[in-house]
């Protein structure tokens, strides 16, 4: 007997088929709601499955964002392997019947069935120290889509009543440059005040960490700026208030960043590949947090190839006949936060010659005719190579 369930996991409910071995299939459709109840119930029904196949069954389901999350913990805690496949896996696998049939109790069928048919490896548990890493990195990834909303936002506001006001800190959204002009919006309230008040404001504004001098330079560049501004006052008192709004996301999402950060930092360091991975010229704290996070386990790859494909960097082969394409995009079928952290630690690498080893293998590339990008994914390739050593064998990145 080798038991499995089909597991069709949507918001809030999922149906379930079990089979006790191939061509078998064990009784109805269960479907069940994910909160306690539910979930009791599901677990009556796994062991069920159980005392009928003699041995444990494997639950197979497919990756849906985070829907799958409370089945996932509680199959752990209950210490059930499960398989949590590719949606393109079982979606090219259901193109191959003749009917096309898209139900809940359809799709838990199909996942039973194609257990049979393709070799899965089960997932090990990652640890709820994996998990959390991976959970505020792609938070931290989704607060900075946000925060630079909210940058664009505030700069067209800007633009329509101070815009003589960029560059009087340097630092447009640095704390100090955005309490500032919460408190004096436009040119007018600028120029009603004397050069020390405002220069007596700006240090109450940085405490103690700016000097003096400093302090009065930002004054009288900013009464220069109020001066040359085309809008003494705005047209519209609209714009005053979303600045006064904008103002105030910008600096919660700044420490809402930090303490993200912070977290993640103090995480990551637990881990003993955090140090190993930033042996590499070009990745820094957070990219290496980001693909340790993105990739988890590395014993769930046995060849670096694995690897490449997971993270969708590995090119697409199309051939018909005689003819053999030679031009092929990469697949982009894998992890795409884990191909972007990929893609910044080349660039940041091959940038001022940080990664020696990496730039000598770009300008190679580049000698022998290839494109920016090309050269830049076949860097990637090579990064993808030497990760997968680090990982593997515990030892830090070498330039010779």
């Excluded at 386990?297 to 053999?324: C, M, N, Q, T, Y």
Aim: hydrophobic share 40%; glycine share 6%.
């Amino acid at each position: 007997m080798n038991p499995v369930i089909g597991l069709d996991v949507s918001k809030g409910e999922s149906h379930a088929h079990a089979f006790l071995d191939r061509g078998v299939p064990h009784g109805k459709i269960f479907r069940f709601n994910h909160d306690l109840e539910g979930l009791s119930s599901f677990l009556h029904y796994v062991r069920a499955v159980e005392s009928a196949a003699g041995m444990r069954p494997c639950i197979v389901m497919e990756a849906t964002g985070h829907y799958h999350s409370p089945v996932v913990q509680f199959l752990d805690e209950h210490q059930y392997l499960y398989i949590v496949i590719n949606p393109l896996i079982s979606y090219e696998a259901k193109k191959t019947n003749l009917r096309r049939v898209k139900t809940d109790a359809a799709d838990a069928y199909q996942l039973g069935a194609l257990f049979y048919k393709e070799e899965f490896e089960p997932i090990k548990k990652r640890g709820q120290h994996l998990m959390n890493l991976r959970y505020l990195t792609r938070q931290h990834e989704s607060l900075t889509g946000m925060y630079v909303q909210a940058k664009l936002q505030f700069q067209a506001i800007l633009d329509q009543v101070f815009p003589e006001y960029h560059g009087v800190f340097g630092d447009l959204y640095s704390k100090v440059s955005l309490r500032f002009l919460a408190l004096h919006p436009t040119s007018k309230g600028v120029l009603e005040m004397s050069e020390k008040e405002i220069t007596t404001e700006i240090q109450r504004l940085t405490g103690r960490g700016r000097s003096v001098s400093w302090c009065l330079e930002r004054a009288q560049i900013l009464a220069a700026a109020a001066r040359r501004n085309p809008f003494k006052e705005t047209a519209f008192p609209s714009h005053l208030i979303s600045m006064q709004l904008l103002i105030k996301l910008l600096l919660q999402h700044q420490d809402h960043l930090a303490d993200l950060n912070k977290s993640i930092e103090t995480l990551a360091e637990e881990l003993l590949e955090y140090d190993l991975i930033q042996s590499i010229p070009g990745i820094g704290t957070k990219i290496a947090a980001t693909i340790l996070a993105e990739i988890g386990e590395i014993d769930r790859f046995d060849h670096a190839k694995k690897l490449v494909a997971f993270a969708g960097v590995d090119p697409s082969v199309f051939a018909s006949g005689k003819f053999v394409a030679t031009q092929n995009r990469i697949t982009k079928h894998g992890s795409r936060r884990l191909r972007t952290a990929l893609y910044q630690a080349v660039r940041c690498g091959i940038r001022s010659n940080r990664n020696k080893k990496l730039r000598a293998y770009y300008d190679k590339k580049r000698a022998e005719g290839k494109l920016f990008k090309v050269a830049v994914i076949a860097c990637v390739n090579k990064l993808i190579h030497w990760i997968f050593a680090i990982l593997t064998s515990k030892e830090a990145f070498r330039l010779e």
